[in-house]
């Protein structure tokens, strides 16, 4: 399998657990585990207006666009599909969080471990993508 195979299904994995715990956060209106940054700062990202889109939380829709992105990586290792709706996913993805992490240093200023995680694995997967395949 290539190395850009082998990216998109580890960080899309990764992504789909690191939105699994923002989703069940967002659901029990609890506040996440904040490592490398000050607790007030993921609870300001959390609960912050921005934290949602048309009403869902960006947390939930995170999470359809790395289960979408795996699925359709597996549907394409298995010849099903081609390589396009991956890269839209990932585009999608991808600008979606360089502008949330915009929103974390220049709105909100704050930063939240996991948004900062999931904005590295769209980067990952966006160089798997577009510069490794």
């Known amino acids: 399998m ?4 082998i990216l998109i299904f580890i960080f899309s994995g990764i992504g789909i657990l690191d ?13 996440v585990a904040c490592w490398f940054f000050p607790k007030e700062w993921c609870f300001k990202v959390q609960f912050s207006p921005q934290s949602k889109t048309f009403g869902i939380p960006n947390a939930f829709l ?5 289960v979408s992105i795996f699925v359709f990586a597996t549907l394409f290792t298995r ?8 890269s839209v996913f990932v ?3 991808f600008l979606f969080s360089m502008y949330f992490t915009y929103v974390q240093a220049r709105v909100l200023r704050a930063f939240c471990t996991w948004y900062v995680l999931s904005a590295i694995n769209f980067i990952v997967l966006f160089v798997a993508v577009y510069f490794l395949r």
């Open 19 to 31: 939105t699994l715990y923002l989703s069940y956060h967002a659901i029990k209106k609890t506040s």
């Open 62 to 66: 995170g999470l359809a666009m790395y």
């Open 91 to 93: 585009t999608i993805g």
């Open 2 to 5: 290539p190395l850009y195979l």
């Open 79 to 86: 010849e099903r599909v081609s390589c396009f709706p991956i």
